[in-house]
């Protein structure tokens, strides 16, 4: 198709007429309709660049005083008005204005040698590969190609995010640039989250959990999607993080905790995070074609992010790339299974330690091994975060035929004197019952400048053996 000094050809404008009242897929208000033309036509260029610079005017009414008062740009309007009529009616000259405005001409050189929009074109290719190879660049161009091909002999539509999972088959490919900035913003957040995840006791022993294990694989693999429930400290995001690794490793994970899964649902907190696009548009546009999206401690989101979370999680119907892993504490699954996309989503329970997995962490440690002997004692550890507690204070547990502790209490005081040692000892413990206050409501981090002044100097004091992680 050409342009001419008279307008544009009519087919075409018909056919852009009948895309712009279609319900779907084209949304008038974020999409455009472009015209690939060979070479230029001079004549037409300077006009258009007029017509396209007066319907950025917010008034019709100008715009179009401006284009009547010639009659070269009122024959090129005419050109987009009168093909619009629909059932005998002309279009609202206003709207006939919007049109234009969504409207673009893309004059190249494809079909000539030697072509320069080619030569681009294939760097381009050569830039959005991880390899960077000619090669590669050469062959992602063929297959753009025989892409564009298929569809203007099938349904004339290419969605972006389809198209960029089919071609991750085949290519390593960056970040599109639509998302590279917050792609990359993401997966430093993930990293971060990733990192507060433990798959090990102190001493580097890993808790056996195989039954648990093959549940959740039999579960992702047959659904792409499955929660994970347990009560807390059970070990649930271990054990998520520990099966990915061995199982998924070549895959894309992206870890996301509730604040910073609260911040990216919300409009207002994305810059914070260093995202400027929408999550589920990152998500869609991510680059890889093996992927998983880890959420957890869903059980701390409110309920306006819960119901953002409706949209997000329907891109793994739309999106085969994906799978999804939402960890949570037990009871909560119900709630999330209301959401339409979750109805069906498999459950997998993570219980608490059995007899045998606690007897194999304490006999990883010499000095605990007396202790995995003791039926009333195991279950005291059944919890994997007080296991590693007791691990870490293995001096505070030593064999001792006379001060053997027997009891929860007795344990609760070995710990609590061992973490409270020091030269703030009173005002550790009160720092302590404030962070065990914190903790019973979900505030798991919280930063340190918003500790009172004796809460503060007494952080400053703490023991080493304080169980607390400073980031």
Request: charged content about 20%.
């Amino acid at each position: 198709m050409q342009v001419t000094a008279s307008g544009l050809p009519r087919d075409f404008i018909e056919a852009s007429w009948a895309l712009w009242r279609a319900p779907s897929p084209f949304n008038a208000s974020t999409d455009h309709i472009g015209l690939v033309t060979r070479g230029r036509n001079t004549a037409f260029d300077a006009i258009w660049s007029d017509l396209k610079t007066w319907c950025d005017d917010p008034a019709p009414a100008l715009a179009m005083g401006r284009i009547n008062a010639s009659q070269k740009h009122r024959k090129i309007f005419d050109s987009v008005h009168e093909p619009g009529d629909e059932n005998g009616s002309p279009p609202d000259e206003a709207e006939t204005l919007a049109l234009i405005a969504r409207l673009h001409l893309y004059p190249l050189d494809f079909q000539l040698s030697p072509s320069t929009n080619l030569e681009q074109a294939k760097q381009r290719c050569r830039t959005a590969l991880v390899s960077e190879t000619q090669n590669n660049a050469d062959a992602l161009w063929e297959a753009l190609v025989q892409t564009a091909e298929s569809a203007r002999l099938g349904s004339g539509i290419i969605r972006l995010p389809r198209l960029l999972g089919d071609l991750s088959t085949r290519f390593g490919l960056k970040a599109h640039p639509s998302i590279a900035a917050s792609w990359l913003s993401l997966r430093n957040l993930s990293i971060d989250q990733r990192a507060t995840i433990e798959v090990a006791l102190p001493n580097g022993h890993v808790v056996d959990r195989q039954r648990e294990t093959a549940g959740l694989s039999h579960r992702l693999r047959a659904s792409r999607v499955c929660i994970v429930i347990g009560e807390s400290g059970t070990g649930k995001s271990a054990l998520v993080a520990r099966f990915l690794e061995q199982e998924f490793f070549g895959a894309t994970h992206i870890w996301l905790g509730p604040d910073t899964l609260r911040a990216a649902l919300n409009a207002a907190g994305r810059s914070a995070i260093g995202l400027d696009q929408e999550l589920g548009l990152i998500l869609d546009r991510s680059p890889g074609d093996d992927k998983i999206l880890i959420l957890d401690s869903l059980e701390r989101l409110d309920s306006a992010s819960l119901g953002k979370l409706t949209a997000l999680l329907s891109l793994r119907a739309t999106n085969s790339a994906w799978r999804v892993v939402l960890i949570t504490q037990s009871g909560f699954e119900n709630q999330l299974r209301a959401n339409v996309s979750l109805a069906d989503a498999p459950v997998q329970a993570v219980p608490a330690l059995s007899a045998a997995a606690i007897r194999g962490a304490l006999r990883s440690v010499p000095q605990l091994a007396w202790i995995a002997n003791d039926p009333a004692i195991l279950p005291l550890f059944a919890n994997l975060k007080t296991l590693g507690w007791v691990v870490t204070a293995e001096s505070s547990f030593r064999e001792d035929a006379t001060d053997a502790p027997t009891s929860t209490a007795e344990i609760a005081d070995r710990l609590w004197t061992r973490w409270t040692s020091g030269a703030a000892t009173t005002q550790l413990q009160r720092l302590l019952v404030q962070l065990a206050i914190r903790d019973a409501a979900f505030e798991r981090s919280f930063a340190i400048s918003d500790l009172a002044t004796g809460d503060l100097a007494a952080f400053d004091l703490r023991s080493n053996e304080l169980p607390l992680q400073v980031n």
